[in-house]
């Protein structure tokens, strides 16, 4: 069960973090990621961090502007996001899997949250 919390309305330029707390049988999870999805597009891979080894991977659009990083001791991932821009209007999801592979298509995904909403006005 994946629950995410944190968006709202933002400025261009602004930052945000979001929050996403993981419960039920936690242990079976070797990656988690944020993927977005705006009106009308296919949802998208923005940032992963995997388990074991601890590495995280970030689309190209979001690179230096977005972190990915998790809390084990809460079973909480957060994706800080600054400099905020229009482009990054969406609802942000969280989802967690528990096989090896690609990492970066949501439907690799099993568990998903039910999204939260980050709208950036310019």
């Known amino acids: 069960h994946l629950v995410e919390s944190g968006g709202r309305l933002v400025q261009a330029g602004d930052s945000l973090r979001l929050s996403c707390a993981a419960s039920?049988?936690?242990?079976?999870?070797?990656?988690m990621g944020w993927f977005r999805q705006a009106p009308g597009k296919d949802r998208e891979y923005v940032a992963v961090?995997?388990?074991?080894?601890?590495?995280?991977y970030y689309v190209d659009s979001v690179m230096g502007r977005f972190t990915i990083s998790r809390d084990k001791a809460k079973n909480t991932i957060y994706l800080q996001m600054n400099s905020l821009k229009s482009e990054d209007t969406a609802n942000y999801y969280c989802?967690?899997?528990?096989?090896?592979?690609?990492?970066?298509?949501?439907?690799?995904?099993?568990?998903w949250g039910q999204g939260t909403q980050v709208t950036v006005s310019s």
């Open positions: 039920g049988d936690t242990n079976s999870i070797i990656t």
């Open positions: 989802a967690a899997k528990v096989l090896h592979g690609n990492f970066y298509m949501p439907s690799h995904y099993p568990y």
């Open positions: 961090l995997t388990w074991t080894p601890e590495r995280t």
